[in-house]
């Protein structure tokens, strides 16, 4: 037990976690709750600067490889179009780069368990308690030297250790794949009115991933609620609502080419903008645990993999006293993130008023290079 950690969900941040702490030589045990591969509700685009970081974890050239090159955004803002042309990315399915991530940490040593939930009962000065339990029934508790919380939106449950600063609100997400010959490939769509906004691109299976940040118009208190009780295809509130919302954003946009077929039942998310104390204690949240803004700027892996590495180290780091790994990460985390929030609130805020849809449909169209500086922080920084 002595350096061992656990990491609590495979996805992006949580395998990435994994992944460093076993290059770092700490020994890790990893709890999935759900059978890999799975989807999940995102654009799944991947832009220079997570590509840099999957570089970090060897993983780059697997993921350019397997992944389709993305080098344009075509957008249609409030009814008005806008081309630009984006440095290279990849769109690669969630399905495809979760499991293979999850994968790479099992070749490198870390003990994954799955499909088993786990959930942190208590922290102590020298470990954290844990119980962990199977899909088929089976349950059983383990002490751990710390506990990564990687679990995602619905990091239910940590609540109590690692409290909100900003409790869940504004847009939830939506998302489905369906079928589609009139898109081209390498392109990222979107598209946004008074609605929210959606994204279209296509995978490397030739689905198009369609995902979507809707505006919330019902209280948070209503919609988490809503979100609750709606199961997979169609139930109250959430789901059939939205596809009927991403139908209309489409529609507004004037790019008649978007046309789709055979749609996959819809994905949908709590509200997501939100942000979590960091960490207390032996514990730590990275990822979207740890909080989320929005997904225009296709930003949240990037900043997965960002603090999932950065978790890693600091733990290596700190592997002869973790008492106060909490608090450290606390101050390290918010400073990792700090700018790539601002800017994606800033962005985001600018693109929910019409006023200021209006102006930079207006400025983007005529000038399309004065995105460059902005697409370049995106990327570079
Ligand atoms: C509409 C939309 C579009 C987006 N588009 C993009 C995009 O184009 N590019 C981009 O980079 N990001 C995008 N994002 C954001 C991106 O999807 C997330 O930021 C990213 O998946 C976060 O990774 P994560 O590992 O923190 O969480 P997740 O990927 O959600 O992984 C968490 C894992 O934890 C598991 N888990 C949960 N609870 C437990 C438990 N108790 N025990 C064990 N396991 C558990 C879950 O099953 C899950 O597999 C988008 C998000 C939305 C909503």
Redesign the pocket.
């Known amino acids: 037990m002595e350096h061992r950690v656990l990491v609590?969900?495979?996805?992006?941040?949580?395998s990435s976690c994994a992944l460093r702490l076993r290059s770092r030589g700490i020994d890790v045990h990893v709890?999935?709750?759900?059978s890999f591969p799975?989807a999940?509700?995102?654009?799944?685009?991947?832009g220079g600067v997570?590509l840099d970081l999957l570089e970090q974890l060897s993983l780059r050239s697997w993921v350019e490889t397997h992944g389709l090159k993305t080098s344009k955004w075509s957008g249609s803002i409030g009814g008005t179009r806008v081309e630009l042309s984006l440095p290279d990315g990849i769109a690669i399915s969630?399905e495809s780069l979760?499991t293979e991530m999850l994968r790479r940490a099992a070749d490198a040593g870390a003990e994954i368990f799955s499909p088993?939930?786990?959930?942190v009962d208590q922290l102590l000065p020298d470990s954290v308690t844990t119980s962990l339990s199977a899909s088929e029934g089976t349950s059983w508790m383990e002490r751990y030297a710390a506990v990564v919380v990687?679990?995602?939106?619905?990091?239910s449950?940590s609540q109590r250790l690692l409290p909100w600063v900003e409790k869940p609100n504004g847009p939830f997400?939506?998302?489905f794949f369906a079928r589609s010959d009139s898109l081209d490939t390498g392109t990222i769509y979107m598209a946004c009115d008074d609605d929210g906004y959606v994204?279209l691109v296509r995978l490397e299976d030739n689905r198009v991933d369609i995902?979507?940040?809707l505006s919330s118009r019902r209280s948070r208190e209503q919609q988490i609620h809503e979100m609750r009780d709606a199961t997979s295809a169609g139930g109250p509130g959430g789901f059939g609502s939205a596809k009927d919302r991403i139908d209309r954003i489409l529609m507004h946009s004037r790019l008649q080419h978007w046309q789709y077929h055979d749609p996959t039942p819809v994905m949908t998310?709590p509200p997501?903008r939100r942000l979590r104390r960091p960490g207390v204690g032996r514990l730590i949240a990275?990822?979207?645990?740890a909080g989320?803004v929005e997904?225009f700027t296709?930003?949240?892996?990037?900043?997965?993999i960002l603090s999932g590495i950065a978790a890693a180290d600091l733990i290596a780091d700190s592997s002869n006293d973790l008492s106060g790994l909490g608090e450290r990460w606390s101050q390290q985390l918010p400073a990792l993130l700090r700018k790539r929030r601002l800017a994606c609130r800033a962005v985001t805020s600018l693109l929910r008023s019409p006023l200021g849809r209006r102006a930079i449909a207006a400025t983007l169209s005529q000038w399309p290079g004065l995105a460059a500086p902005l697409i370049h922080h995106l990327n570079r920084t």
């Open positions: 609590i969900g495979g996805g992006v941040a949580g709890a999935e709750k759900l799975r999940k509700v995102c654009g799944c685009c991947i997570g969630r979760d088993v939930s786990a959930r990687a679990s995602g939106l619905n990091a449950g997400g939506a998302a994204g995902a979507a940040a998310t997501l990275i990822g979207d645990a989320y997904p296709g930003e949240g892996m990037t900043w997965g």
